[in-house]
Nanobody, 116 residues
Framework: EVQLVESGGGLVQPGGSLRLSCAAS????????MSWVRQAPGKGLEWVSA????????KDAGSVKGRFTISRDNAKNTLYLQMNSLKPDDTAVYYC?????????WGQGTQVTVSS
């Protein structure tokens, strides 16, 4: 069964940085487009960043452009999200996401809280 396990969240002050990781298993990671999405308290899912299978093409939501960087290591089956210049509005549960054979998958999420 497809598994996505996020880690790296925590409490950080405004302006700080965090690096999220997503360990993937039970599917061909190196052939799969991957994304990060987030859900802030009381709000719906928001797409954050996406990366193609080779890792040479990325897209970011306007709200994080220039501050967040998505990347991947296909040898380690791991997706990353480097988050810099964090703002209180970035507070959310962050999930990695993929689709395999038409089915959508998310991990359990990792909490990011930006607060002084």
């Amino acid at each position: 069964e497809v598994q996505l396990v996020e880690s790296g969240g925590g409490l950080v002050q405004p302006g700080g940085s965090l690096r999220l990781s997503c360990a993937a298993s039970a599917f061909t990671f190196s052939r799969s487009h991957m994304s990060w999405v987030r859900q802030a308290p009381g709000k719906g899912l928001e797409w954050v960043s996406a990366i193609n299978a080779d890792g040479d093409s990325t897209k970011d939501a306007g709200s994080v452009k220039g501050r967040f960087t998505i990347s991947r290591d296909n040898a380690k089956n791991t997706l990353y999200l480097q988050m810099n210049s964090l703002k209180p509005d970035d507070t959310a549960v962050y999930y990695c996401h993929t689709a395999v054979r038409g089915a959508k998958y998310w991990g359990q999420g990792t909490q990011v809280t930006v607060s002084s």
